[in-house]
C-alpha cells in the first residue's frame, strides 16, 4: 500500500482534441491504427515497457501493479515481483485486488512476512526497481502521499500516509513514479515530503545517505518525464500519441522544461492492449 | 498455555479501556469479528496500533474506541479513503483522535523490537522525509562501529495484540499460513493476546508456509467462524471484495455509519456472526 | 540469476584465497563437500565464519586454509575437542590462527544485520563475560529513547558464503527445511554465495518449514549428493554419529590427520564423493 | 551447544568408600534399596527432579538433555523443551545425539531459525529454565567454558567457547547449572566468565542488567547447592545417598558452606533408574 493512493483518481479534465475523446467511463480515449485506447491504457503500456526482463520489481497495488503484471506478459516474462504483503516472485494469472490478495501467496516463489521483505530483501538494495504512485509529486520527484494542506495537525485533506513508500523510494536502485497529470498532482512543492525523490536537487540524495538513485522515470498519462542530470528537475522527455506540449504544460504544476530530444510514445501494440485488457477482465 | 474462551469472553477479558490495542493482519487474516466485539464491549479511550488501519479501525474509530491511532497506511485498500478515520482526524468527530504516524519499515521493526525484548530497532528510514517532524517516536543512531547515522524507533509493546488464524487445536496451538504479516511479532510483542481462529481442531496438520504460535505464548483463544469477512482466510474462504467497496458508502455519512453499527453490531447476538 | 555448476567450479569460481568465507548449517545440513573441495583447491589465508566450527571447520584448519576464525562454539558436537583447532590455538600448527570469539546470540545478529543492510546489530548479550575484554567486535550502545544500555555488534558481511540445501530446482531456486539454522542470513549477508544441493529437480513441491531462496538472490548452484556427511540432510539420510567420533581419532594426531587429507581429500576425484 | 563441555568428563576420582564401588566404565557406583546406580545417574535423576511440569525449558545436550527427557517421562509430562538449533517444544522419543538432531525437528511443535530462538524467545524472558553444563564452576555460579589458564591469548586448555550459554544465563528466568564436581571444575574464582552467574556476589546481576534470577541450583554428581541469600555463594544444601559432606568439600575450590538444614538426596526409584535407562538405550 502507500502508492495506492494514485488509483484514487483526482480525475483530470483535459480539453477533447482531435482523434481524442472522452470515453464513457470519464476517461480520455485516442484513436490510432484503428485502435481506441484510453490514456490510462496507454500510460499502463508506457509503464510496462520501461520494465525490463530479469528485474526484480517492488509493485505497489494499482497503477503500477497493472504495468507490471502487462510487462511479465508481454516483454518481460522473467520480471521477479516483490509485494510488500510478503511475496517473492509471484506469478498471479489475473490483476490482484489488493495487495494482500490470495493470489499472490499462491504463486510465489517464497512467502516471507512482513518484517524480512522490509529488512532482508528492500533494505540491502536488493531490489531493481520500485514501482511507485502518488497523490503529489513534484519537480524534483519527492511523494506526498499523507496531507494536502500546508497543516499536518489540521489537513486540508488526510490521505492514508507512508505505507511502504519512503524505503521504497530510498532503497530500490531505480523508482518509477506512475501517476495521472494534472496541476493537482504535479506541484512545485510537495505538501509534506513522504517519500524522498531527489530532494531539492542534486546531490541531495548522497546528503541524505539515500542508496538507490531515485525516480529516474515518471510516467503520466500524457508522456514521460526524466531527471535532468545536472539538475535533477523532472524534465518533459516523451509525449503520448495525441498528446501536445502546451496540454502538459498545462497539466505541470511548475515552470515546465521540455528536453530537446522529446519524442513521441509508440502507439499502443494490438498485443498490448489486448494483453492488458484480458488482464483486467480476468477477475 | 493458551486459554480456549469465547470471543466475548476473550475481549472481556484481555481489552480494558485505556489499553494500547494491536490488531494485525496484512490484508489477509484481519481480525473484523474481533474489532466488532470490542465495538460491541464499548470499550473506550484504546490507542489502537497497527500498519494498515483500515476498515476494521475505521469501524472502532468510528465507533468513538479510540483516542490515539499508530499506524503506516489508513485506507480502504483497493477502493480510497477511511472516511470516520478521516472524520475523526479533521473533525474530532465523535471523539479527537491523536495519530501517531510512521512508515511500514519503522512500524515493522517496532513490533519485532517488541518480540525481541529490545527498547528499540535501527532501520535504514525516513531520511529526509516529513515524517520526523511530526513524529517524536522517530530519532537518530549512529552506528558504534562505522559512525553511520540511521533511523531508530521505540519497541511497540501493546497491552493486548488480537490477531486471527486459521485454526488452534484443543491445548491451544495456534497454526497460520498464506500471508503472515506480522502477527507473530504482534503477539510476541504484547504483555496479553487473543488469537480468534476459524475452527479448534484435535491435530494441527502441517501446512507449507506456516506459523505456529506455541500455546504458551498466547494468553486466550476464541473459535470465530468467518471472523476476517470480508477480509479472507486462506484455505477457507474468499476476500469480499465487494464489501470493501460498499464500506465506501456505509462509512462515508455519519448516520449510515450508525445505522450500520446499530443494525450489525449492537442489534446481533455475537453466536450470530 | 543462480547459475548451476560443478562443486569445483564453484568453489573455483567462488572462493578465492584471502576471502572471509562463512559455511553454516547448525548441526543439520554442514556443507562437508564444499569445505573439502576448498582444501583440495589449496586455499589460503582465509578468514573462515561459522557459529559452530565443528569438523568442517577442523578439517579447512587443520589443512592450513585459515588464518582467522569468528565464531561462538567449537568442538565436536557429542564427542569433544576439536583437535586441529586446539593445535593451531595453542601451537600455531600448521600455521598461526587468529579467533575473534563472540556468543551464538551476537554471531546470530551479527548475519542478520549484514542479510539487513545495517552496519550492525543490537542485543541484551555480553553483559558481565570476559568476552568483550578480548573481542574488540562487541561495544556498548545507548538507546536514544529509554537510555538503556545494551551490545552491538557489527554486521558480517562474508565475500562468500557456503551452504548446503536439500534440493533446487533448474532456474536455481533453493529449498531447505528441517533445522534451517541462519543459512538464509548468512547467504543474504554475503557478496556471493554457493549452494550445494542433494539433487537438482525440476519442481519444487512444497514442504512444509521449508526456505526458500529465489535464484536471483544465489550466485551458483552445485549438486553435491550426500554433501553434508557426516551431518545430515533431512528426508535424505541421517547423521553418521559414528563418524564424529571416529574424528576424534583421526584429528587427534598431525600424522592421522595428515594420512587423511591426502587420502580423502587430495587423492579422491571430485566425482568420486 | 556450549553447556556440552560438561560431558568429557575432567573426570573425577573418588576414593572407594563402603556401599559404592567403581563400576566398569570408571564411574563410581553406589548400592541402595537392592538398586546399583552410577553418580553421574544420581545427577540427572536429581537434575531431572528440579523441573517442574509445564516449565519451558531451555536444554543443553549432554547432561542438562538427558535430565530434561527424563523429567518429561517421570512427574513433568508437558515440559517445553526448547534447543537452541530452533525447535520449540520437542518430543524426542529418545535421547538425541546432538543439539541438532533430527528427532528435535521431526517432534517439535515449531521449528524456527536461530536468529529466531535467540531474539524472539530466549531475550525476552519467556523461557522459565535454563540447563547449563560447565567446564569450570566458581562459587559464585560463573561459568567458564571458553579457556583454562590465566592467559586468553595462550591457554593451558582451549575450550569450545560460548555457544548460547551467556544469553541463557542471562534471560531464563532461573538457570540450573550440571556439572560432575571436582576440585578443577569446582573453583574459587573462574579462569574466564564465559557466562555469569551471581558476579562477584549479591547485586551484581541488577548492576549488570541481567534480567534472570541466574543460577538457583546446581546439581552435581554429589549433591546439590543453592546460592545463599545474602551473600548469592552457593552453599551444599543436599548431599546425594552414600556421599558424606567431607568429600563435598575436598571436590571443591573454595572454603565450602554447608546449609545448617542440610538434606539428603532422595535415592533413586526403580522407576526413574528404568526410564533413564530406556532413554540411554533408545540410540
Redesign the interface.
Known amino acids: ?2 502508492f ?2 494514485a ?2 483518481g483526482l480525475v483530470r479534465g483535459l480539453a477533447p482534441r482531435e482523434g481524442v475523446r472522452h470515453g464513457g467511463d470519464g476517461q480520455v480515449s485516442t484513436t490510432t491504427d484503428a485502435q481506441t485506447y484510453t490514456s490510462d491504457e496507454m500510460m499502463s503500456i508506457a509503464a510496462a515497457r520501461a520494465l525490463g526482463a ?1 528485474q ?1 520489481c517492488f509493485v505497489g ?2 497503477l503500477p501493479s497493472t504495468a507490471a503484471n502487462l510487462a511479465r506478459r508481454t516483454h518481460a516474462h522473467d520480471l ?1 515481483l516483490i509485494y ?6 509471484s506469478k498471479p494469472d489475473r490483476l490482484p ?6 493470489i ?3 504463486t510465489a ?3 516471507i ?3 524480512e ?4 530483501w ?5 531490489i531493481d526497481v520500485g514501482f511507485l504512485g502518488a497523490a503529489q509529486l513534484d519537480k524534483f520527484g519527492n511523494i506526498n502521499t ?1 496531507v494536502i494542506g500546508d497543516d ?1 495537525a ?2 486540508k ?2 490521505l ?8 521504497i523510494a ?2 530500490c536502485r531505480e523508482v518509477y513514479v506512475v501517476v495521472r497529470q494534472s496541476k493537482r498532482s504535479f506541484v512545485d512543492k510537495v505538501d ?5 525523490g531527489h ?1 531539492s536537487g542534486k546531490g ?2 548522497e546528503r ?4 538507490g538513485a531515485g525516480p529516474t522515470l515518471v510516467i503520466t498519462d500524457l508522456g514521460i518525464f526524466r531527471p535532468d542530470p545536472e539538475t535533477c528537475e523532472l524534465v518533459l522527455s516523451q509525449v503520448h500519441p495525441g498528446v501536445e506540449v502546451e496540454q502538459v504544460r498545462e497539466a505541470t504544476g511548475w515552470d515546465l522544461t521540455v528536453s530537446p530530444e522529446l519524442s513521441r510514445t509508440d502507439s499502443p501494440s494490438e498485443t498490448e492492449l489486448a494483453t492488458l485488457r484480458a488482464l483486467k477482465e480476468a477477475k | 498455555m493458551a486459554e480456549i474462551v469465547s470471543l466475548a469472553e476473550g475481549v472481556g477479558r484481555l481489552v480494558h479501556d485505556g489499553d494500547v490495542v494491536a490488531m494485525e493482519g496484512f490484508t489477509h487474516l484481519i481480525p473484523h469479528a474481533a474489532g466488532q466485539e470490542i465495538i460491541r464491549q464499548r470499550r473506550k479511550d484504546l490507542t489502537l496500533v497497527r500498519m494498515t488501519p483500515d476498515i476494521v479501525y475505521d469501524q472502532l474509530i468510528g465507533a468513538g474506541c479510540a483516542r490515539k491511532l499508530i499506524f503506516s497506511w489508513g485506507g480502504n485498500p483497493g477502493v480510497g479513503s477511511l472516511h470516520r478515520f478521516r472524520d475523526a482526524v479533521q473533525n474530532e468527530w465523535p471523539v479527537p483522535l491523536e495519530i501517531e504516524e510512521h512508515s511500514h519499515a519503522g512500524m515493522a521493526n517496532r513490533y519485532v523490537a517488541g518480540a525481541s525484548g529490545l527498547p528499540f530497532a535501527v532501520l535504514r528510514g525516513y531520511s529526509g522525509t516529513d515524517l520526523p517532524k511530526h513524529t517524536d517516536t522517530i530519532k537518530q543512531i549512529t552506528c558504534p562501529f562505522t559512525g553511520e547515522q540511521l533511523a531508530a524507533v521505540p519497541a511497540l509493546n501493546p497491552d493486548v495484540s488480537v490477531i486471527h488464524a486459521q485454526r488452534a487445536d484443543r491445548a491451544g496451538n495456534v497454526q497460520m499460513w498464506g500471508l503472515v504479516g506480522v502477527q507473530k511479532e504482534a503477539v510476541l510483542a504484547a504483555k496479553r493476546s487473543l488469537v480468534t481462529v476459524e475452527e479448534v481442531v484435535d491435530e494441527l496438520e502441517p501446512v507449507p508456509g506456516q506459523v505456529i504460535l506455541p500455546s504458551w505464548a498466547v494468553t486466550c483463544v476464541a473459535e470465530a467462524p468467518h471472523g476476517a469477512h470480508p477480509s479472507y482466510a486462506q484455505g477457507y474462504y474468499d476476500r469480499d471484495n465487494a464489501y470493501y467497496e460498499e464500506w465506501d458508502s456505509i462509512g462515508r455519512k455519519r448516520d449510515s455509519f450508525e445505522d450500520w453499527l446499530r443494525e450489525k453490531v449492537f442489534d446481533m447476538e455475537v453466536t450470530d456472526k
Open positions: 500500500m502507500g495506492h493512493w488509483e484514487e530479469g526484480r497495488i494499482g521477479v510488500e504483503s510478503g511475496t517473492l516472485g485486488a489488493s495487495i494482500g490478495d490470495g499472490l501467496a499462491e516463489d517464497a512467502v512476512g512482513v518484517p521483505v522490509f529488512n532482508y528492500l533494505q540491502p538494495g536488493r499523507t499536518y489540521n489537513p485533506v488526510r492514508p500516509g507512508a505505507g511502504g513508500a519512503p524505503e530510498a532503497s509534506f515530503v513522504t517519500s524522498v530532494g541531495d540524495r541524505l545517505g539515500l542508496p
